[in-house]
T-cell receptor, first 108, second 114 residues
Framework: TQLLEQSPQFLSIQEGENLTVYCNSS?????LQWYRQEPGEGPVLLVT?????EVKKLKRLTFQFGDARKDSSLHITAAQTGYTGLYLC????????FGTGTSLTVIP | GAGVSQSPSNKVTEKGKDVELRCDPI?????LYWYRQSLGQGLEFLIY????????KSGLPSDRFSAERTGGSVSTLTIQRTQQEDSAVYLC????????????FGPGTRLTVT
């Protein structure tokens, strides 16, 4: 059973476009993290959100934790080619649960 | 300081053989996780060690999979009688403690079972 579903699974956009990735669950999490993974490497943490409704910004990336702490979104403004990679959300409860992943390709 | 290291980086083995994958976590990190990742997919939790507590083995897919963590540091994931469906990237991560702590990942071991 996959607790965290991400959408879309694949996304290919032109450089300069905006995009949003969603991470949804029916479960409540005490916190939620977003990671980015490049080919041949392990995931690297981007952000942790803890409070329902929390919004965090990291350069062109905006992360939001749902009010009920069941879902989250990642919005990228004017994406650049360096943002290409696999984006993973991860929720913490009794265990650490990773989402299904969103593979983003930013085309120059 | 040094990050999480894993060895080997690549492993090709014949179906039916046993393999051992090694993980060296960051010094001082009490929590250690093993995950499996198929190409471009999310991470499948396998097993979790926290300090001296009994490991959480709930993610191990079969009794062919086992893991040890010696002295609270290095961990070995063993797959016995490998099958083709075991082919994947095996990722190890460590964190200071359980819960919301950041997980630091190693580069993974790519296992191919022929």
């Amino acid at each position: 059973t996959q607790l965290l579903e991400q959408s879309p699974q694949f996304l290919s956009i032109q450089e300069g476009e905006n995009l949003t990735v969603y991470c949804n669950s029916s479960s409540v999490f005490s916190s939620l993290q977003w990671y980015r993974q490049e080919p041949g490497e392990g995931p690297v943490l981007l952000v942790t959100v803890v409070t329902g409704g929390e919004v965090k910004k990291l350069k062109r990336l905006t992360f939001q934790f749902g009010d009920a702490r069941k879902d989250s979104s990642l919005h990228i403004t004017a994406a650049q080619t360096g943002y290409t990679g696999l984006y993973l959300c991860a929720g913490t409860g009794n265990q650490f649960y990773f989402g299904t992943g969103t593979s983003l390709t930013v085309i120059p | 300081g040094a990050g999480v290291s894993q060895s080997p980086s690549n492993k090709v083995t014949e179906k039916g053989k046993d393999v051992e994958l090694r993980c060296d976590p960051i010094s001082g990190h009490t929590a250690l996780y093993w995950y499996r990742q198929s190409l471009g997919q999310g991470l499948e939790f396998l097993i979790y060690f926290q300090g001296n507590s009994a490991p959480d083995k709930s993610g191990l897919p079969s009794d062919r999979f086992s893991a040890e963590r010696t002295g609270g540091s290095v961990s070995t994931l063993t797959i016995q009688r490998t099958q083709q469906e075991d082919s994947a990237v095996y990722l190890c991560a460590s964190s200071l403690m359980q819960g919301a702590s950041e997980q630091y990942f190693g580069p993974g071991t790519r296992l191919t079972v022929t």
